[in-house]
T-cell receptor, first 112, second 113 residues
Framework: GENVEQHPSTLSVQEGDSAVIKCTYS??????FPWYKQELGKGPQLIID?????GEKKDQRIAVTLNKTAKHFSLHITETQPEDSAVYFC???????????FGKGTRLHILP | ETGVTQTPRHLVMGMTNKKSLKCEQH?????MYWYKQSAKKPLELMFV???????ENNSVPSRFSPECPNSSHLFLHLHTLQPEDSALYLC????????????FGSGTRLTVV
């Protein structure tokens, strides 16, 4: 089955700088990679996703890149703001089943 | 509010108690899920329901018993839990089983004493 590894587990970034979170996956047939943001006291919220037929997707300050050959994908947040502080989860969905497997999460701190 | 409502938000129960967690969605979704979130562990899929039929049971102990009376409601019945079952229990829904986007509720923080 799919296995998703996420790094780093904690990331501190100065406000205004960029943050990058990286994930790798094991199943080469995986075809969908969502990113979720979880704020304190809330459930995870889908913020961006990418499918395997696309290499990059951007939504305002957030972008995701996918390298199918290397089996890794990354979340990029530019011009970080205090409200970006949260836990971010990457995930992968295998092509053979309907399971979405989550990474362990990255706690992002935006420093004033 | 995301459209998926979980109650209660917090629950403290003894190991001999019986309690139930409730999840409700009015998004018109046909698939619903229970996840367990523990500290420093990935989100663990527990149960999957599609059109009120259970399609996944991820080797979850029998002290957790799900129920899906209709496509809008999902319950997790708890009995004789262990302290290691303390965690955040998240409910999620999606348009259909194979649909990509999940909508999560805010979760129930469960503490077993």
């Amino acid at each position: 089955g799919e296995n998703v590894e996420q790094h780093p587990s904690t990331l501190s970034v100065q406000e205004g700088d960029s943050a990058v979170i990286k994930c790798t996956y094991s199943d080469s047939a995986s075809n969908y990679f969502p990113w979720y943001k979880q704020e304190l006291g809330k459930g995870p919220q889908l913020i961006i996703d990418i499918r395997s037929n696309v290499g990059e997707k951007k939504d305002q300050r957030i972008a995701v890149t996918l390298n199918k050959t290397a089996k890794h994908f990354s979340l990029h947040i530019t011009e970080t703001q205090p409200e970006d502080s949260a836990v971010y989860f990457c995930a992968g969905r295998g092509n053979r089943d309907d399971k979405i497997i989550f990474g362990k999460g990255t706690r992002l701190h935006i420093l004033p | 509010e995301t459209g998926v409502t979980q109650t209660p938000r917090h629950l403290v129960m003894g190991m001999t108690n019986k309690k139930s967690l409730k999840c409700e969605q009015h998004l018109g979704h046909n698939a619903m899920y229970w996840y367990k979130q523990s500290a420093k562990k990935p989100l663990e899929l527990m149960f999957v329901y599609s059109l009120e039929e259970r399609v996944e049971n991820n080797s979850v102990p029998s002290r957790f018993s799900p129920e899906c009376p209709n496509s809008s409601h999902l319950f997790l019945h708890l009995h004789t839990l262990q302290p290691e079952d303390s965690a955040l229990y998240l409910c999620a829904s999606s348009q259909a089983l194979a649909e990509y986007g999940y909508t999560f509720g805010s979760g129930t923080r469960l503490t077993v004493v």
